[in-house]
């Protein structure tokens, strides 16, 4: 009974004109946001999902648009350097002048699959321990095999823990959580790190298949020779082209122009030689009219 009157007294004390134009503020601030925030930067638009997916940078655009500043405590810390186990829970606040508007919690371990494995195009020889043999989005053939060296990513553990708090603490102003998910907001990290750190040979790169649109399996190597308008298209002009592929086609297109580099100074070469043997044949044929 008493919960029922203390829910009742809420009621009859709200102010519903307050809350309806407070209503009317939140839709307005969140549609700020979203004109002021840029696709593929601040947010990223993932296939099956329904809601974009919050970067970084657009957490850090937001609390400059309200004027917010986040602070961060520890809520738990386990550093195990001889099992090589880190995990960090990480509690996140967002102050205005001095006072807390929001808090978000986020945590990350070595044990999530993105940091306990790696995969490789080939096993070490002084590897010990599982491996499975696997296919990737793009064709790719991997060994997944536990990784060597967890320790040396501490950092990158403390960081993405600290990142999720702060993006969960975000997207509860102005109810950004209508708008924008958090589910994968670390994929952009994964995606710019395995083009940025992962070594491709032209063979590698040839053999990569697409994973969409019209062509969708066929390698690149023969999708070059078919459509090179549509390659040139996805490397250059494309801003939403999977980083990897577009990695692959400046492999191939490098190349292609050396190809072709080439063969024009070969031609030049070979001119050069036609003209200097022509130029030895017409002076031995050449009669001096004035010789006895």
């Known amino acids: 009974m008493s919960n029922e009157v203390n829910a009742l007294s809420i009621i009859e004390t709200v102010d519903i004109d307050n809350i309806s134009t407070t209503m009317n503020k939140i839709a307005q601030m969140q549609l700020v946001v979203q004109k002021t925030l840029k696709e593929g930067h601040d947010f990223g638009e993932v296939p099956g999902t329904n809601k974009p997916t919050l970067l970084k940078p657009g957490g850090e655009k937001i609390c400059m648009l309200f004027g917010l500043n986040p602070e961060y405590d520890f809520l738990q810390i386990v550093e195990d350097y001889d099992k090589e186990f880190f995990s960090y829970n990480i509690r996140c606040t967002l102050y205005r002048n001095g006072q807390p508007v929001a808090q978000g919690v986020g945590s990350c371990n070595s044990k999530e699959k993105k940091y306990r494995f790696i995969n490789v195009d080939a096993i070490p020889s002084t590897y010990v321990g599982p491996s499975e043999e696997i296919t990737d989005k793009y064709g790719r053939t991997k060994y997944k095999i536990n990784n060597p060296d967890i320790c040396s990513l501490v950092n990158t553990i403390l960081k993405m823990a600290k990142k999720r708090a702060f993006i969960d603490a975000v997207l509860q102003v102005a109810s950004l959580s209508e708008v924008f998910t958090q589910d994968l907001e670390d994929m952009g990290d994964l995606l710019q790190q395995e083009n940025e750190n992962s070594v491709m040979t032209l063979e590698q790169a040839t053999a990569i298949k697409l994973n969409f649109g019209k062509y969708k399996g066929l390698k690149l190597g023969d999708l070059v020779k078919q459509d090179p308008q549509y390659c040139d298209w996805l490397y250059s002009k494309n801003e939403k082209t999977d980083p990897v592929i577009k990695k692959a086609l400046g492999i191939i297109l490098d190349e292609i122009t050396k190809a072709k580099e080439k ?27 004035f010789k006895e």
Do not use: G, S, V
């Not at 031609?267 to 001096?288: A, C, G, R, S, V």
């Open 263 to 289: 063969k024009t100074d070969a031609m030049f070469d070979k001119l050069k030689e036609e003209k200097t043997e022509n130029e030895i044949k017409e002076e031995e044929e050449y009669q001096d009219p």
